[in-house]
């Protein structure tokens, strides 16, 4: 039903910047909260950020704070992750996820967990060197 695909992934040395983009199509994506998550070789899926369906809210894991930004264009139904000052630890394979059926208020943990989201994307390898 809803379909999403990412890019932008690639090679970039340790301090520089990459933005990632998700493209959505399917019905009633307006009213999806989104998200975006990561996942290294050998290690749990890990929460990277997530944007309320209107755009008004956001929250990012620890590990990324003050360095990834999250945002959405529903007019082009499209979710990006703008990731600065890299770091060798965010090598992974980031998915775009898309959330149908949000916890109330959105600050609730549970709209940041993986199990939450109903449709994801196939990855994009962000890969950052040292």
């Known amino acids: 039903q809803v379909q999403l695909v990412e890019s932008g992934g690639g090679l970039v040395q340790a301090g520089g910047s990459l933005r990632l983009s998700c493209a959505a199509s399917g019905h009633t994506f307006r009213n999806y909260a989104m998200g975006w998550f990561r996942q290294a070789p050998g290690k749990e899926r890990e929460f990277v950020a997530c944007?309320?369906?209107?755009?008004?809210?956001?929250y990012y894991g620890d590990s990324v704070k003050g360095r990834f930004t999250i945002s959405r264009d529903n007019a082009k139904n499209a979710v990006y992750l703008q990731m600065n000052s890299l770091k060798p630890e965010d090598t992974a394979v980031y998915y775009c996820?898309?959330?149908?059926?949000?916890?109330?208020?959105?600050?609730?943990?549970?709209?940041?967990?993986?199990?939450?989201?109903?449709?994801w994307g196939q990855g994009t390898q962000v890969t950052v060197s040292s």
């Open positions: 996820a898309a959330d149908r059926d949000t916890v109330v208020p959105y600050s609730d943990p549970r709209n940041r967990e993986a199990g939450a989201y109903d449709y």
């Open positions: 944007i309320s369906w209107s755009g008004s809210s956001t």
